[in-house]
């Protein structure tokens, strides 16, 4: 059987180690606090809203929910930004997505101080990931290269192969796995050949959005597994990109589904409003 790379018990860690710099953070007079804005009542949003209160509880920092009508004006969503940017309580902002379809989600995005754009969603956040400068980089990349280290999985040298080009996961994920020295290369819909381009991959990230899409004969014998999706399949059952059964006998190291890269996203945005606290903008 593969090692098991296990999420959950890698975020309890990094959580663990905040809580105890947010003490410190403390006794220094500072209390990290993330402003959470919420616009319209969407239910699974509500849930990840919610979670990140919750995580912010655990390590003793202060959260702040702003929750808004679904019909607030994109202007005064911004007024909001504005007032938090300026405000020196607070030092993480995140505007939960998706907004509604009258406000513009980049005009939202970019409104945010890159100083506290916790979720690394900002232009200057991304420009600066891609140049080697110092700023906040998006949580579920993040999080998976510190499953990587933590497992003690080396990336220097190694055949990196990104299934999937989105801002948030795909484009970052492979910045930062250059930035660890890693060859990359990252692979969407037009992509030739996909399968035979997965099977060159030492470590595989799989960021296609597909239920157990990737079955054995995308995966090189021996190679590390990343599953970074996450649906419910028709018995209602939570599962990856990735079809762990069929792919678990041939590979490595794995992320499970739920376990894996999930629990990792809270708690690199939980690092990220540590580190906006500290005033020292590091990203990992
Ligand atoms: N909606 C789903 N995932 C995310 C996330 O990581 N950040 C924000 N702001 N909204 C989301």
């Not at 018990?9 to 953070?25: F, H, N, P, Y």
């Not at 890159?114 to 998006?138: N, R, W």
């Not at 894996?260 to 580190?275: F, H, K, S, Y």
């Amino acid at each position: 059987m593969p090692y098991i790379i296990d999420g959950k018990k890698i975020s309890a860690e990094i959580k663990d180690e905040l809580k105890q710099e947010v003490a410190r953070l403390k006794e220094r007079g500072i209390t990290p606090c993330l402003a959470v804005i919420q616009v319209g009542e969407d239910p699974a949003s509500t849930v990840y809203v919610n979670n990140k209160q919750k995580a912010c509880a655990y390590i003793g920092m202060e959260s702040r929910a702003c929750r808004l009508a679904e019909t607030v004006t994109e202007q005064e969503l911004l007024e909001l930004i504005d007032s938090l940017n300026k405000d020196d309580s607070v030092h993480g902002i995140l505007v939960q997505l998706p907004v509604p379809g009258h406000i513009d989600e980049k005009r939202v995005i970019d409104a945010i101080s890159p100083q506290k754009d916790v979720d690394g969603f900002h232009p200057q956040s991304v420009g600066a990931l891609s140049i080697g400068e110092q700023g906040f980089v998006s949580c579920t990349p993040a999080g998976i290269i510190q499953l990587l280290k933590r497992s003690h999985i080396e990336i220097s040298g190694k055949e990196c192969v990104v299934v999937g080009r989105s801002n948030i996961v795909g484009k970052p994920m492979a910045m930062l796995l250059l930035r660890e020295n890693g060859t990359v290369t990252v692979c969407h819909s037009r992509t030739r050949n996909l399968k035979e381009v997965c099977r060159r991959a030492d470590i595989l990230v799989a960021a296609i959005g597909k239920p157990r899409f990737f079955d054995e004969s995308y995966v090189k014998e021996g190679a590390v597994v990343i599953d970074v999706g996450i649906h419910r399949d028709e018995h209602n059952k939570l599962c990856g990109d990735v079809d762990f059964d069929r792919v678990a006998g041939h590979v490595s190291a794995i992320t499970p589904v739920p376990g894996g890269v999930g629990p990792m996203t809270i708690a690199m945005l939980m690092n990220n409003c540590v580190e906006a606290a500290q005033g020292n903008i590091v990203d990992e």
